[in-house]
């Protein structure tokens, strides 16, 4: 059974850097062809992806966050990084790390990021 979970600060402030970390248990990130992926969700809004770190530890960015956002991976951890900045209230969303096996087949329970002064 693999597990997720977030951590990181719940409230930031606008034009600061958000740090975030996944812990993954149950599952290597770096054994089998997976993409670690980052997600947010905006209060009434849909989901939106943020980027990933493959099994090799390749990235991918969506392009509209891609010039301030940077995941990364601790492997001795089994931990992966999502570093997101330049925020705005926009920013304000519920944060996910989730495995990609060709659908999102395992997620974390998420957390609440708002980004206010």
């Known amino acids: 059974q693999v597990q997720l979970q977030e951590s990181g600060p719940g409230l930031v402030k606008p034009s600061q850097t958000l740090s975030l970390t996944c812990t993954v248990s149950?599952?290597?990130?770096?054994?089998?062809?997976?993409?670690w992926a980052w997600i947010r969700q905006p209060s009434g809004k849909g989901p939106e992806w943020i980027g990933c770190?493959?099994?090799?530890?390749?990235?991918r960015y969506n392009p509209p966050l891609k010039s301030r956002t940077n995941i990364s991976r601790d492997t001795a951890k089994n931990q992966f990084t999502l570093q997101l900045s330049g925020l705005t209230p926009e920013d304000t969303a519920v944060y996910y790390c989730?495995?990609?096996?060709?659908?999102?087949?395992?997620w974390g329970q998420g957390t609440q990021v708002t980004v206010s002064s």
């Open positions: 989730a495995r990609d096996n060709g659908r999102y087949d395992y």
């Open positions: 149950g599952g290597s990130i770096t054994t089998n062809s997976y993409y």
């Open positions: 770190i493959t099994n090799s530890g390749t990235t």
